[in-house]
């Protein structure tokens, strides 16, 4: 009976991470990115990086605090930027607790699809993992640190866009 | 007014160095022959020396000609270049973009090269081919190779080309204290294809006057000082360099003011050089950009992004220098996605249909002069053997 009330502890946490970050990553596919500002915690860092095999480097693409960010998402009317469309299709992997269970480390897959707004022709954008870092507030899980781990290096024309 | 088709198709009344045939960056035969006389018979960069920092290091290189290659660097530390096809039956030799490899074994049969070039193993020799043929008879085909002007390996597949310091000339000579005084360092490397013709990229890198389209190049450049002081220099051989500017990072709003620059730049001055027929180094300050164009089609082009540092930079300033490249010139940063966008949508635009490119701004070679292209264009046309403005009649297709 122990361990079966301990699986079911541990499955209720996996669950209550998972719903959290599939919820963040439909704000990011609304581009709501106010709301998903809001579930950012203090402190937060984000990046953008991949594995070079031609210079056999990691590389960081982007690199930003929580200022930072709430600046690039400010500015994104400014620019001029492609409007397609952008679909995760995420799947949490693994999510490791410490003990007390408020903190989380977070892996996920994701693939993230292009769609063009002239036609609809869709197609994938990039590959890639998401290892996240949350911490749970009054408020419920906060996202502390998001690196998102590329596969794909040619993406294109870019984007101004966090993925 | 609007016009009409005869109109749309009619040649723009400027001198005809200042348009560009819009089947230019559309035509396959224009491209196949671009291939062969621009390509195979100029310098083209393919790496830098950083990626291939030990011996026995490897790069291979799709060169913008069409053939594929490798960049070796010896037992003796001299870097080589060859064509990366293994001379018995044709296979590809090297799969992996890089690697250290002191013999390079064909998959196919077995073949062994050294690091020179040379066929050390055939499986079976004499019982195949007797005294007919011998190892000597199946080396690597060699590829003229230099490495200069910021420790970049150069490549050129005719032999008869002039020497890579002719060919540069005195176009990166307001950059060559800064490339040369320290070895450097890739750091980032990235590619991006885009649906469009290799010159409209290399057109994006030769005007300023798209500035408008860049919001953070019109707070920190165009807005201030010294901006419309900016001139262009055109070079022999179709190169040209646009003259330096001190930035003002901090005009955009979030970005830091930048504490790392380069040796012998100011702090934040930005120089840029262009050189034909599709290679840019981009100094902003803290960090050096190499952009490659290569081709694979007339309408399908990748564009190769290199960023680098200073080979002895500490953790700290390595990472400064990452910060700033990215932040403008990553592939989610705020320029590059901006000139990508607009060459993407010439890409579409283009074809049968288009009226031609007008490249008819004269301002005295300063920054909004358009002479950047037309002097690509003025060596485009005299080694193509052709006008790039068309036969004249407008027979592009309305
Ligand atoms: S093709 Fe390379 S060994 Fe035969
Ligand atoms: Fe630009």
């Not at chain 1, 990086?49 to 009317?77: N, Q, W, Y």
């Not at chain 1, 290096?153 to 993925?163: E, V």
């Not at chain 2, 002069?369 to 037309?374: A, L, S, T």
């Amino acid at each position: 009976m122990a361990v079966e009330t301990l699986a079911s502890g541990e499955d209720r946490a996996f669950r209550s991470v998972s719903e959290f970050l599939y919820r963040a990553c439909l704000m990011l596919d609304a581009r709501n990115f106010k709301d998903w500002l809001d579930v950012c915690a203090e402190g937060f860092t984000y990046v953008i990086c991949a594995f070079s095999p031609e210079i056999r480097r990691d590389m960081v693409f982007l690199d930003l605090d929580l200022e930072g960010m709430t600046t690039l998402v400010k500015h994104l009317p400014r620019h001029n930027t492609d409007q397609s469309t952008f679909t995760r299709h995420m799947t949490v992997y693994t999510a490791e607790f410490d003990a007390p269970g408020t903190t989380c480390k977070a892996l996920s897959s994701v693939a993230v699809y292009r769609t063009e707004l002239d036609g609809g022709t869709t197609h994938l954008f990039a590959l890639g993992r998401y290892h996240d870092t949350l911490k749970m507030t009054p408020g419920g899980w906060r996202f502390t640190a998001r690196e998102v781990r590329l596969e794909t290096r040619n993406l294109g024309i870019g984007t101004h866009y966090p993925l | 007014m609007a016009r009409t088709p005869a109109q749309w198709t009619s040649q723009p009344p400027v001198p005809s160095t200042h348009y560009v045939d819009p089947s230019v960056y559309t035509d396959p035969q224009i491209f196949a022959e671009e291939r062969e006389k621009i390509f195979a018979k100029t310098w083209f960069l393919a790496c830098h020396e950083s990626e291939i920092p030990e011996k026995y290091d490897y790069r291979t290189f799709r060169h913008p000609a069409g053939r594929n290659l490798m960049i070796v660097r010896g037992d003796d530390m001299q870097v080589r270049a060859f064509y990366n096809v293994c001379p018995h039956r044709g296979n590809t030799i090297l799969y992996n973009p890089s690697g250290n490899a002191k013999h390079l074994i064909c998959i196919f049969h077995a073949f062994a090269f050294d690091s020179r070039g040379s066929c050390v193993d055939i499986p079976r020799e004499k019982a195949g081919y007797q005294e007919r043929l011998s190892k000597d008879d199946f080396g690597l085909r060699t590829v003229r190779c230099e490495t200069g002007f910021g420790g970049f390996v150069y490549v050129a597949l005719d032999e008869s080309v002039e020497s890579l310091s002719d060919f540069i000339g005195h176009a990166l000579d307001g950059m060559l204290e800064s490339l040369n005084m320290e070895p450097l360092e890739v750091f980032s490397f990235h590619r991006a294809q885009v649906d469009t013709n290799f010159k409209l990229w290399h057109d994006t890198n030769s005007e300023f006057y798209h500035d408008y389209m860049h919001y953070h190049n019109r707070q920190t450049s165009m807005l201030q000082p010294g901006y419309f002081e900016r001139r262009y220099t055109p070079f022999k051989n179709g190169h040209a360099e646009v003259g330096d500017q001190i930035v003002n990072y901090e005009a955009y709003e979030g970005y830091k003011g930048r504490d790392l620059s380069f040796p012998g730049m100011k702090m934040n001055q930005w120089k840029m050089v262009d050189l034909f027929p599709g290679m840019t180094y981009n100094l902003r300050g803290s960090s050096l950009r190499i952009d490659t164009v290569m081709p694979v089609s007339a309408t399908s082009t990748f564009v190769e992004y290199r960023g680098l540092g200073l080979k002895r930079d500490t953790p700290d300033e390595r990472a400064k220098r990452v910060h700033d490249y990215n932040s403008i010139w990553g592939p989610f940063g705020r320029n590059l996605h901006e000139d990508l966008l607009g060459v993407h949508g010439q890409g579409k635009a283009l074809g049968r249909g288009q009226t031609y490119i007008v490249q008819a701004r004269e301002e005295d070679r300063t920054i909004h002069d358009e002479i950047g292209m037309r002097h690509f264009y003025a060596e485009w046309s005299a080694r193509m053997g052709r006008p790039s403005s068309g036969n004249g009649n407008g027979s592009h297709g309305g």
